[in-house]
């Protein structure tokens, strides 16, 4: 009850804070119209008056920017590995900031004088009358500051979420590195995989089972938070694990989904578990998207290994799931590794042999024509079940 309040009031504000941002722009605006409404020449006034306001808006804009820019906590939102955030911007706005703040003290005093030669110049694209000039100092004054607060605010509101989105991808992409160097191929997908939804590049599979957690061993749960982390604890003690491959094949058709995804989860920690059917049908039957996500995980550790035959029946299965419109959605983690079990399938089949048909050899003139004509036999190409 406390958090959907909580959201209710976080959206309440946000609607507080549009509702105000439109109310200030439009109020400019609308002054603007009615100024150039009673000049002379109504379109050039309000054309010129927009594009100073456009300008205005923008270095009021790029001044809230520099103002705005987080700073890397020390100790903190670093990526841990071989790369660390570049922080010249934020060196560069320190900088700026510093100096933009002690030039615009030292001129206070004469920011009026500045406002109205500023007026004056700008008063031709207004009309060129007296009443011009005024309106023109406090058209720039207004959306200077207005792009200020605009930029300042978007700014300290997004760029640090962004900037954070950024590292925690980059940290995955990086371990995901490490586990591909080690050998761990699967463990490397899902890491990448992990990093491209960080990053909004991949959807995910959000129907998570949330019964998981409780019907996995107290020991694996404990270390791990959600169903990810569990999934990816039982994935790395798969090997130390005591269960054999009939074991798993029965822990998976116990039917729950939490215990399905356990044994997917082996399976994809240790290919000596795995069984084909098993994956094959949580892949083309599953109960969730996130249960077909780790049965093509599970496959993707099994591709180095399978035989032709079983490798025609994932080929199948994957590319059937990726057809079908209810199958597997295009642009989703599923999709991605769909797609790449497919072209690593393919590359292990290697080209195809050309099949020979010859052509027809007619018959010598020496030879009568009711003797037949000897034809070379068609070579056998591969998959004649010869």
């Known amino acids: ?133 005024p309106f023109a100092a406090a058209l720039v004054l207004y959306f200077t500051v207005f792009g200020f607060l605009a930029g300042w605010l978007v700014t300290r509101l997004a760029l640090p979420q962004v900037l954070t989105d950024a590292d925690q991808a980059l940290d995955l992409f990086l371990a995901g590195q490490d586990r591909d160097r ?82 997917l989860a082996l399976m994809q920690g240790d290919p000596a578990l795995a069984d084909l059917s098993s994956v094959l049908d949580a892949i083309e039957r599953p109960r969730s998207g996130f249960e077909q996500y780790h049965a093509l995980l599970a496959a993707r550790g099994l591709l180095s290994g399978l035989p032709d035959a079983e490798a025609q029946r994932l080929r199948d299965a994957v590319a059937g799931q990726l057809m079908l419109p209810d199958g597997i959605p295009y642009g989703s983690d599923r999709s991605w590794l769909a797609e790449k079990i497919l072209s690593r399938l393919e590359a292990m089949a290697g080209p195809q042999a050309p099949v020979s ?12 024509a009711s003797v037949p004509a000897v034809v070379p036999p068609r070579q056998a190409a591969p998959g004649d079940g010869f």
């Open 182 to 263: 080690h050998g761990d191929k699967v463990g490397a997908d899902d890491l990448r995989v992990r990093a491209m939804q960080q990053l909004g590049v991949l959807g995910g599979s959000a129907d998570r089972p949330g019964a998981l957690a409780a019907q996995l061993p107290p020991s694996a749960g404990s270390q791990a938070a959600g169903p990810d982390g569990v999934v990816a604890e039982v994935r790395s003690t798969a090997r130390r694990s005591a269960l054999t491959a009939d074991q798993v094949r029965d822990l998976y058709a116990d039917g729950s989904e939490g215990r399905r995804i356990q044994a």
């Open 1 to 133: 009850m406390t958090k959907a309040r909580r959201r209710t009031g976080t959206a309440a504000l946000r609607t507080a804070q549009r509702a105000a941002a439109a109310v200030l722009f439009g109020t400019g605006l609308l002054g603007l119209l009615l100024f150039s409404l009673g000049r002379a020449h109504a379109w050039q006034a309000l054309g010129g008056g927009l594009v100073i306001a456009g300008a205005s808006s923008v270095v009021g804009g790029a001044l809230g920017f520099l103002f705005g820019v987080p700073r890397v906590r020390n100790g903190s939102g670093e990526p841990q590995g071989s790369y660390a955030p570049n922080t010249n911007l934020e060196q560069v706005s320190d900088w700026l900031t510093k100096v933009l703040l002690g030039v615009g003290l030292t001129q206070l005093g004469s920011l009026g004088e500045r406002l109205h030669q500023l007026g004056t110049a700008l008063a031709p694209a207004l009309g060129g009358e007296d009443a011009a000039v």
């Open 357 to 368: 048909v010859p052509a027809f050899v007619p018959a010598p003139a020496s030879v009568p």
